[in-house]
């Protein structure tokens, strides 16, 4: 063959007989034709005919017209004919190699390839020499592989960012298969692609696109050796590294495959893919599981703590009533083994009814009920029961506790899905916690019995000791009055008597605090004269003051009433106490002082504050917070000096807040002390006496002095003129008598008359009584004194005097003075019994045994007594009756029908004129104070307690019908 | 014949209930009778066993009083304490006391 296509082959008759042997042999299609238009073939094999679907000659020439034009598909010539020419021209020289389409004999399209020759032959011209083949089947394999390869290389495209291929890992050719061009990467792969091998290429890749941290380890691994030696052992593996990005660090992962390329060369595929999502949700989840890890490891290690401290151990799905025994009682064979799971709500029932007490069979089965112990749960962290457990004829206490368990699947619901629970012997812990109880339940009740043993010997003792007292008291007031003893006889009596009344006021004392201490403690609530309270208060301590030489004043700022509503004696009682104490801790010369005032009024409730201030010794700071402590003293020494029981102050304070009062107090060691004391009382409806402060004008007042001493007359003069009354002295009781007769006859007495005691010829007691024995005792007479009075107090009373004033006067107390002279005048002046023959009273009572005796005690007195079994009754009788036909109702509180107190509302209410004004006394079985409150609301005017002592009813029927 | 020499020895405090009566005997045992006759005894047991404990208090409250009057101490005494459970409306049980009030009651009837 090689000497057919030489250029010197020449093809004649002789030859052309060699190429038809040769031709009618050859597999393979083989035919010459002619240059020259019409293409003429000079020889076709029998191959060509068969790649023809021809089965002769003829039939070869009939299809085609023996032409290679007529063989090649009309579509294809031109561009294969002109392909062929170019070719034969081009720089391989006379070859060529076309692929073009022919048609068959059946009509089929059939691909062939074609090698041609060209030559020139002596006999022919041009020719061209063909080996011809059907490549159809050959074709379509090949257009198969392609598209393989164009989908593999789409399907990578799609899975990677961004495809490399290294064709030849010795020589570095590499190739950018594929890359997102929206992303960032793709113009710096480019750049680094532009180099002419890989590890220039790799070099500024991990430059520019890795993250500082893995740049390093990426040179590494993405460079030639490393990927070498990894392919030595596999076909694929991927590196992972960071990218820094403007929007954040992402993660990253180059897969490598090892590519055989022809020739035996290995390349390498290079997949970049944005891994970044991937990466986190994985170090999330490596997280997860790392922590679950944890607290798994943590519940083993609890598990097994708590095992220790627990015969056994479960853990109990609620939701699934589900339990599992972690760790088994080895002392129980009775029990599930570890590991084994079992229901739980059903088994503890169980358990419950083997193993639990009867008595605490109940209180176990609600413990452990799943509602319970989730709701239970919600609130706590642990819940602990507590049961006597019986098992094997032995008694033992146990103790089952819960605490929820968390797991990572649980709901974000706050509900208890879990729990582990235990059980623990707790044998000797609750004996020995029962029998401490026990005995702590027993030592209370010791202590409280003792406690209401001694307040009950205290209240008992303070009785009966005072009841002798009151004798010891009263005999030796009787004693001093016979003015038959001997002086030392009389002055041990009057030891006695202060000492008596010094214990009375300990028993007091100690009485006091016991029921203050037991609750017994009352506070009333009853009309009082605030006025008489001062009074009493200032007559008392003005008296000891005076006795220890101490100057005492008591005045009132601004408005005070003179009656409320509240408890008379605990006021009375605080005073003395507060102000006896100042007595006792202040030295001879000092000064005691009592201010009290209204400082509000609001709801028909007025608020009173007392100042009480002493120039005594003071107490220290230190003191101050333990003052109000029983039996504190600052200096133990002082009992003895100043003799205490450490009560009075405890007393008072109690007192004062059962009163919804508040006491104060400021104290200077060595300057004084000052008790302020703040009491809220109801207001009284009931008007003062007649003088008013108002009546008591001093520029219209007109005062006789008499002193046998000029200085003293001179200086009252002056003090008296500071205030503004005008004032006439007389040197000796007969001149002031004379005075006194002659202003009476002028019809312009003397307003007030100040007379000493200790004078000369006629003393001022003997003054008194010839005043009054000549002009009656509608003046108020003072005595003026520097000397303790109370020996001659009832004498000078009997005498006719009123009041008694300390020497010398003084302007700022003057006034208070002789207000509180007047008042007393006139107190004493009004307060007259009124008579009670022939009084009408209705009674209202339903018990009959209690009317009869109220109707016989009435009638001692000759009263006439309507009875109305029930309160409906007496109200109909009283609006039955003329104005005025009353004197006083007496009603019981609690009565059928209707009682006492809604009856006296109904009669306050009722539209008559003596409606309000009739007096109704309560009588009750009761005197609670809350009784007492609630009548004084209804419109009682008194409240007496059953049994009814008849002096008692007497003397409030006395007073009350003669108000009216 | 009650007389205020069988009272006293009964333990009645017979002084202080003549007392209130102006020391006239005569009165005081007409009155003795009248509260030995009273129906509020039964009329506290009736209402206590029903669990009525506010008609209950009422009825002992009226006792105590009448009681008080005449000093019929004996039975005052189990009736104070009704009294004050009652007032505090303790839902307990009576009948130790009742039975004690009835028993005077028919001690005292009985002279």
């Known amino acids: 063959m090689s000497a057919m296509v030489k250029e010197s082959f020449e093809l004649t008759e002789e030859t052309f007989w060699v190429i038809r042997e040769i031709g009618g042999h050859m597999p393979g299609g083989f035919f010459i034709y002619k240059a020259e238009e019409p293409e003429e073939l000079v020889y076709a094999n029998k191959a060509v005919f068969e790649i023809y679907g021809c089965a002769d000659e003829d039939e070869f020439r009939e299809l085609t017209g023996y032409t290679f034009r007529g063989m090649v598909h009309p579509e294809d010539y031109d561009s294969i004919s002109e392909s062929i020419t170019h070719q034969v021209n081009g720089v391989f020289g006379k070859m060529d190699h076309a692929e073009y389409r022919i048609i068959r004999k059946d009509g089929a399209v059939r691909w062939v390839d074609d090698y041609g020759h060209y030559t020139r032959a002596e006999a022919y011209g041009g020719i061209y020499v063909v080996f011809i083949s059907d490549i159809t089947e050959k074709l379509r394999e090949r257009e198969e592989d392609t598209a393989v390869r164009d989908a593999v290389i789409a399907t990578l495209t799609n899975a990677y960012n961004t495809v490399w291929l290294i064709n030849d890992l010795v020589t570095e050719k590499c190739s950018l298969y594929h890359t997102d061009m929206d992303d960032a990467h793709a113009e710096a792969i480019r750049n680094a692609l532009s180099h002419a091998c890989y590890t220039d290429t790799k070099t500024q890749y991990v430059a520019t696109m890795v993250a500082e941290k893995d740049q390093g380890r990426m040179q590494e691994q993405i460079g030639l050796p490393y990927i070498l030696e990894q392919f030595e052992t596999k076909d694929q593996f991927s590196v992972s590294f960071v990218r820094d990005l403007e929007t954040g660090p992402r993660h990253y992962r180059i897969d490598f495959g090892k590519v055989y390329m022809p020739g035996g060369r290995i390349g390498a595929m290079m997949g970049f893919k944005d891994v970044d999502d991937e990466v986190r949700k994985e170090l999330a989840v490596q997280e997860q599981l790392h922590e679950q890890e944890l607290r798994q490891k943590e519940l083993n290690s609890m598990i097994t703590a708590m095992a220790s401290d627990y015969r056994s151990v479960y853990h109990v799905d609620i939701d699934a009533d589900d339990a599992v025994c972690y760790r088994a009682d080895p002392d129980d064979p009775r029990q599930t083994p570890e590991g084994i799971h079992f229901p739980y709500h059903a088994r503890f029932l169980e358990y419950c009814d083997l193993y639990v007490d009867d008595e605490f069979k109940e209180g176990f089965r609600s413990f452990i009920d799943p509602d319970n112990v989730r709701d239970a749960l919600a609130d706590e962290n642990i819940i602990v029961y507590r049961y006597l457990a019986r098992r094997d004829g032995v008694e033992y206490y146990e103790m089952l506790r819960m605490a929820g368990v968390r797991h990572p699947s649980d709901r974000d619901d706050h509900i208890v899905h879990a729990v582990g629970m235990g059980f623990t012997v707790i044998d000797a812990e609750m004996r020995e916690a029962l029998a401490k109880s026990h005995a702590v339940v027993e030592a209370l009740k010791a202590a409280e019995d003792a406690n209401r043993a001694k307040t009950a010997f205290l209240s008992s003792m303070s009785h009966e000791i005072r009841t002798p007292m009151n004798a010891i008291i009263g005999l030796g007031n009787i004693a001093l009055s016979d003015e038959t003893v001997s002086g030392s006889t009389r002055e041990y009596l009057e030891k006695i008597d202060s000492s008596a009344h010094h214990l009375l006021g300990i028993i007091n004392d100690i009485l006091d605090m016991s029921r203050i201490e037991s609750g017994r403690m009352v506070i009333r609530s009853e009309e009082f004269s605030f006025a008489k309270i001062l009074e009493q208060v200032n007559t008392i301590i003005g008296g000891q003051c005076r006795d220890k030489s101490l100057s005492y004043e008591c005045h009132t700022d601004g408005i005070v009433k003179d009656f409320y509503v509240g408890d008379e004696m605990k006021i009375r009682q605080m005073m003395i106490n507060i102000l006896g104490n100042s007595v006792k801790f202040t030295p001879e010369g000092g000064k005691v002082a009592l201010n009290v005032g209204e400082v509000a009024n609001y709801d028909g409730k007025s608020t009173l504050r007392f100042v009480f201030s002493d120039t005594g010794i003071g107490m220290s700071e230190d003191f101050l917070p333990r003052l109000f402590d029983p039996f504190a003293q600052e200096d133990s020494s002082s009992t003895s000096k100043y003799g205490s029981t450490g009560l009075g102050m405890p007393i008072t304070k109690s007192i004062v807040e059962m009163m919804n009062g508040d006491i104060e107090v400021k104290s200077e060691k060595g300057k004084g002390t000052t008790f302020i004391v703040t009491l809220t009382l109801v207001d009284s409806n009931r008007k003062g006496e007649a003088v008013e402060d108002g009546m008591l004008k001093p520029h219209e007042l007109c005062v006789l002095v008499i002193d046998d001493d000029p200085i003293a007359c001179k200086h009252a003069q002056v003090v008296l003129g500071k205030v503004g009354i005008s004032c006439e002295a007389a040197e000796s009781g007969s001149e002031g008598v004379k005075m006194v007769k002659l202003r009476h006859a002028r019809m312009a007495p003397y307003d007030l008359i100040l007379v000493d005691w200790k004078m000369p010829e006629m003393d001022g007691l003997e003054t008194t009584r010839q005043i009054r024995a000549a002009v009656g005792d509608e003046t108020p007479v003072i005595i003026l004194t520097s000397y303790n009075w109370e020996d001659i107090a009832d004498e000078a009373k009997k005498a006719g005097v009123d009041t008694f004033v300390s020497k010398p006067l003084f302007a700022g107390s003057v006034m208070d003075e002789f207000r509180e002279a007047f008042k007393r005048k006139n107190v004493e002046l009004e307060r007259g019994t009124a008579d009670l023959k022939g009084r009408r009273i209705l009674l209202a009572e339903d018990v009959p045994v209690n009317a009869e005796i109220i109707m016989m005690v009435l009638a001692m007195r000759e009263m006439e007594v309507d009875h109305a079994e029930d309160g409906k009754v007496a109200v109909d009788m009283f609006m039955a009756s003329e104005l005025g036909y009353y004197d006083a109702i007496l009603m019981d509180m609690r009565m059928p029908v209707m009682g006492g107190l809604e009856a006296s509302r109904i009669i306050r209410a009722a539209e008559r004129s003596d409606a309000t004004k009739i007096p109704i006394i309560a009588l009750t079985a009761n005197a609670f104070d809350e009784d007492v409150q609630r009548s004084m609301q209804a419109g009682l005017n008194a409240h007496l307690s059953k049994p009814v002592e008849p002096e008692a009813l007497f003397e409030t029927l006395e007073r009350l019908i003669d108000e009216v | ?111």
């Open chain 2, 1 to 111: 014949m009650l007389t205020v020499e069988a009272l006293k020895a009964a333990g009645a405090e017979v002084d202080s209930g003549l007392s209130r009566c102006m020391n006239n005997e005569t009165f005081y045992i007409r009155l003795v009778n009248m509260a030995l006759e009273d129906d509020s005894y039964g009329a506290l047991r009736e209402a206590v066993e029903a669990h009525d404990l506010e008609k209950g208090f009422e009825y002992a409250h009226a006792l105590k009083g009448m009681l008080s009057n005449v000093a019929l101490t004996n039975i005052l005494e189990p009736v104070l304490e009704m009294t004050e459970a009652l007032r505090a409306r303790e839902d307990r049980d009576y009948s130790e006391l009742l039975d004690k009030m009835d028993e005077e009651l028919e001690k005292l009837r009985a002279l």
